[in-house]
């Protein structure tokens, strides 16, 4: 079972979850994950290793996706 | 409680290029993306701009003396600016690792795990004692804290003012937010932080809290 979170007050809040298999689930994954975007926050997955990635899309087989808020000079 | 998925460990900064850049660099087009050679310009002209400041009060304090003795009050206070303009400096780096203030106790802990599941057992460490992530790079190794990352390279440590926007986080999710920025794009992420100070790492350190300053020394081991 992947796992759509957001970073926030609570420590972090998971918006969905799928299965690649469940058609249900993943539309429902992309709609939370499409309203997260359109509230300004950026997906990332961890590439483990000091790597991070940016994405655009829901990556249907990762299996933690971590959205964030934009980070700006102090 | 369905157990949260393990996240492998960190390893050193890969090559920025295989990466996308940083999506915040958008809100700051105008600005020169950071390079090991413009970061190093950067020093280099931040020690210049220190001694701009420091050599005019210097000479003003033996012009004074030279003039006359009676004028020793006001050379001794021109001798006082010097030396404390480098130190106000030094100060606004340290500030940029000061711990915010904290959620309540259950955000902190969730946020905490989640951290933890980015980082590796002694980075994890490293975080419970200092508050600090270490994080190696290609452009130095890091130390990455609530609102701000200071960057420990060979001959100087630059300190960067940089979070996450919002006021709500638990600071195990801000350090989070900042980490992964820098795991993104390791220029990008130098690029859309304000350099607060740069300079030796010993004017920085004696200005950190005690227990930051083992963070900064376990840089200077590597």
Same mark, same amino acid.
């Given at each position: 079972m992947s796992r759509l979170i957001r970073m926030d007050h /609570?420590?972090? /809040? /998971?918006l969905a979850e799928w299965a690649a298999g469940d058609a249900a689930s993943v539309e429902a994954a992309v709609a939370a994950f499409r309203e997260e975007l359109e509230r300004g926050s950026i997906a990332m997955v961890s590439r483990g290793a000091g790597h991070a990635e940016h994405v655009?899309?829901?990556?249907?087989?990762?299996e933690l996706v971590i959205m964030r808020r934009p980070i700006a000079g102090g | 409680m369905a157990a949260e998925p393990a996240i492998p460990a960190a390893l050193p900064l890969g090559d920025g290029a295989a990466s996308p850049g940083l999506p915040e660099l958008a809100t700051v087009a105008w600005r020169p993306r950071a390079t090991a050679v413009r970061l190093e310009r950067r020093g280099r002209l931040w020690t210049l701009t220190t001694v701009a400041h420091v050599v005019p009060f210097v000479l003003v304090a033996i012009a004074m003396l030279a003039l006359s003795p009676l004028a020793a009050p006001v050379a001794l206070v021109a001798l006082a600016h010097a030396w404390i303009i480098p130190e106000l400096y030094a100060q606004r780096g340290a500030n940029v690792t000061r711990p915010r203030r904290r959620a309540a106790d259950g955000p902190e802990r969730v946020a905490l795990g989640l951290l933890g599941d980015l980082i590796d057992h002694d980075a994890r460490e490293t975080h419970a004692r200092t508050g600090l992530v270490p994080e190696p790079g290609r452009l130095g190794s890091w130390l990455v804290g609530e609102a701000g990352a200071l960057l420990v390279t060979r001959r100087r440590v630059y300190c960067w003012c940089v979070k996450a926007t919002?006021?709500?986080?638990?600071s195990g999710d801000r350090v989070a937010h900042l980490l992964l920025a820098l795991r993104t794009d390791e220029e990008g992420f130098a690029t859309v932080a304000n350099l607060a100070f740069s300079g030796a790492r010993w004017r920085l350190r004696r200005r950190l809290p005690a227990r930051q300053r083992a963070a900064l020394d376990a840089c200077r081991e590597e």
């Open positions: /609570t420590g972090h /809040t /998971t655009r899309e829901l990556p249907l087989d990762e | 919002g006021h709500d986080l638990p």
